[in-house]
């Protein structure tokens, strides 16, 4: 079993709809949790992190994180074409030497059409 | 500020052969890693370096090196190319401080083995 799980999807929303990403996770010392996007061919673009459980809110974006469940979600509202990509979530546990070393999801495809 | 940059973008070689990536990171950050991406494993760790020294190594063969400079740029290199060795090298860079937690990627090199 990895240690991060993501459906790979892939995920088809109209424009306008409410996107919903998820991972679960086993590693009990991820701390630091975090979403990136990636569009084809090019390198992962940090959208946020959080650390421990609780939400986050950056514009059209929210992160949740549930450590009880070992569950964290992204969610996109209002969702745009130009926000079809790859999403991975990552995380890391909160040691100073492994602080720098992700773990990521397997990553999910979405396509927003039009 | 200038994002993290990654020579050559694309790379062809033969088996057998080895190969070097170089990596600069943004400008202040001390702290280099290296991931490798393919479709059938997703985003793996390879390494972290940080003031020249390397703090975290990922569970790949000893083909797999690198190394960080004085100016905090990297470098990595694969010695005896498989096939399998196909893939986007992605390096990220984080800074020191609250920036510990962000970790930023360049855009990749794509290698591929012939």
């Known amino acids: 079993q990895k240690e991060v799980e993501q459906d790979p999807g892939p995920l088809s929303v109209p424009e306008g709809a409410i996107v919903s990403l998820n991972c679960t996770y086993s590693?009990?010392?991820?701390?630091?949790f975090m979403w990136y996007r990636q569009y084809s061919r090019k390198g992962p673009e940090l959208l946020m992190y959080?650390?421990?459980?609780g939400n986050k809110e950056d514009g059209r974006f929210t992160a949740q994180v549930d450590k009880s469940s070992k569950y964290i979600s992204l969610f996109i509202r209002d969702s745009q074409p130009s926000d079809s990509a790859t999403y991975l979530c990552a995380m890391s546990a909160n040691r100073g030497s492994t602080l720098g070393r992700l773990y990521f999801g397997r990553g999910t495809q979405l396509t927003v059409w039009p | 500020k200038a994002g993290v940059t990654q020579t050559p973008r694309y790379l062809i070689k033969t088996r057998g052969q080895q190969v070097t990536l170089s990596c600069s990171p943004i400008?202040?950050?001390?702290?280099v890693s290296w991931y490798q991406q393919t479709p059938g494993q997703g985003l793996q760790f390879l390494f972290e370096y940080f003031s020249e020294t390397q703090r975290n190594k990922g569970n790949f063969p000893g083909r797999f090196s690198g190394r960080q400079f004085s100016n905090s740029r990297s470098e990595m290199n694969v010695s005896t190319l498989e096939l399998g060795d196909s893939a986007l090298y992605l390096c990220a860079s984080r800074g020191q401080g609250q920036g510990a937690y962000e970790q930023y990627f360049g855009p990749g090199t794509r290698l591929t083995v012939t």
């Open positions: 590693n009990s010392a991820f701390q630091y």
């Open positions: 959080t650390y421990s459980s």
């Open positions: 400008s202040g950050h001390r702290s």
